[in-house]
């Protein structure tokens, strides 16, 4: 299950952004502190008429790094594709998954042991919403 975003749509938003690396060990003098603007749509989206965000609810997707309340940057002009992860709208609810896509038949594949693949049949409805491009996590 997911909840979803429509992408806010303001221009000309960044923030500060140190190019020098942010040391996991011994700290470092930083550069003298180099700054440059970064803009996080500019990084994260490719098309931003095409993007939205979703936070993730529950987790049948953790082993492919997806947790509960991660928030998910899913791109909709992006051509879904085997073994990509991507949302789905199947019967009526939206879920996301990992796409299985066989000669005739296609899966959507929880990453969580404790959930069963989905097998597609033909009387389900099936749209592939969007893929899944990044996962922006709360630390």
Known sequence: MIQ???REKKKGKSIQFMDVGISAGFPSPADDFLQQKLSLDDKLIRDKEAT????VKGNSMIGA???DGD??????????????IAVCYLDGEFTVKRLK??????????????YTPI???KENELIVWGVVS???KEV
């Open 65 to 67: 790094g997806l947790d």
């Open 134 to 136: 990044y996962v922006i």
């Open 4 to 6: 979803l975003y429509q």
């Open 101 to 114: 896509v066989e000669k005739d038949c296609v899966y959507l594949m929880p990453e969580n042991p404790n």
């Open 119 to 121: 097998k597609v049949e």
């Open 71 to 84: 928030l998910l940057v899913i791109d909709r002009s992006e051509q879904p594709s085997n073994n990509c």
């Open 52 to 55: 939205f965000y979703a936070r």
